[in-house]
C-alpha cells in the first residue's frame, strides 16, 4: 500500500516545515504532493526545499485537495491541514485500518497544541465515530478509488471536509484511528475558544438546514 498525503496551503511560511519535517519521516517512499493557493510568504519555496511535490491552484481547500488527488500516485490518499503533526506511526496505523474491508476511509483522532478544558472535551469526542465529531484539521485518510468514486470534495467554500466525511460514512464505512494528531489552536487564541467552537456548532447546524455553503462562509467571516 503507497500513500499520496496532499497538503492545501496557503501563506503557512510559519508552519509548513515543521509539518514537512514530520510527514517525510514517516516512510521512506511517501509521496508528499503541496498545492499552494497563492501564498505571498515563501510557503512554496519552502515546501519544495522540504522535498515535497509543489503545485499552484486557484485559492479554496477543496479545490487544492482535489487537485492534489489527480496528481497524486499513491493507493491511499492522506489530507493534512499544513499546521497539524501525523503521529510517528500514521502510516501504519492507516494501513491498519483499511485492512478492514468495511472501512473505506477516515479520520484520527485530534489533539490540540492548547489546553483548555473546551478543546479537551472536543479532542475527547473525536474517539466517536461520526463525521459530527471529526474535520479537516483531524487528518482524513481514504483509498484513493472510493474518493474518486465518491466525486471527491464538492467545491464549496465552507465545510467541504464534513460534507466529504458525512458522503465517505453513508456510502462506504469510516474508522478513526486512535492516535492523534497534533494541530495548532491558533484560529482559537485569535478568535477565543468559546466563541469559535459555538460558530462552528452553529454554521454545522445551518448547513444540516440547507443553508447554502456561501453565506456560512460570509457568516463565519463576519463571527470572526
Known amino acids: 500500500m503507497t ?4 497538503i492545501p496551503a496557503i501563506n503557512e511560511a510559519d508552519k509548513i516545515g515543521r509539518t514537512l519535517v514530520d510527514v517525510l519521516a514517516l516512510d521512506d517512499e511517501i509521496e508528499v504532493i503541496v498545492v499552494d493557493g497563492g501564498s505571498s510568504d515563501g ?21 487544492q485537495m ?37 472501512v473505506a476511509g ?3 483522532r485530534i489533539q490540540f497544541d492548547l489546553d483548555h478544558p473546551v478543546l479537551r ?12 465529531c471529526h474535520y479537516g484539521d483531524s487528518g482524513y485518510f481514504v483509498r484513493r478509488q472510493d474518493f474518486f468514486e465518491l ?26 484511528i486512535e492516535e492523534p494528531v497534533m494541530t495548532s489552536a491558533r484560529r ?15 454554521i454545522v447546524w445551518l ?13 463565519y467571516n463576519w463571527a470572526q
Open 3 to 6: 500513500i499520496s498525503v496532499i
Open 43 to 63: 510557503t512554496e519555496r519552502i515546501a519544495a526545499d522540504h522535498g515535497a511535490i509543489v503545485k499552484s491552484s486557484r485559492p479554496g481547500r477543496a479545490r
Open 66 to 102: 482535489n487537485l492534489g488527488a489527480e496528481l497524486s500516485t499513491g493507493d491511499v490518499l492522506f489530507f493534512l491541514h499544513a499546521d497539524t503533526l501525523p503521529p510517528p506511526n500514521a502510516t501504519a496505523a492507516i494501513a491498519e485500518a483499511l485492512s478492514d474491508p468495511k
Open 106 to 108: 477516515g479520520s484520527f
Open 121 to 132: 472535551f472536543s479532542s475527547w469526542m473525536s474517539r466517536i465515530n461520526s463525521p459530527f
Open 151 to 176: 466525486g471527491g470534495y464538492r467545491d464549496i467554500p465552507i465545510l467541504e471536509d464534513f460534507d466529504f466525511l458525512r458522503r465517505l460514512s453513508r456510502e462506504r464505512g469510516m474508522g478513526i
Open 188 to 202: 482559537f487564541v485569535a478568535n477565543g475558544v468559546v466563541k469559535l467552537q459555538l460558530l462552528g456548532i452553529l
Open 207 to 219: 448547513y444540516l438546514m440547507n443553508v447554502s455553503p456561501y453565506a456560512l462562509r460570509r457568516l
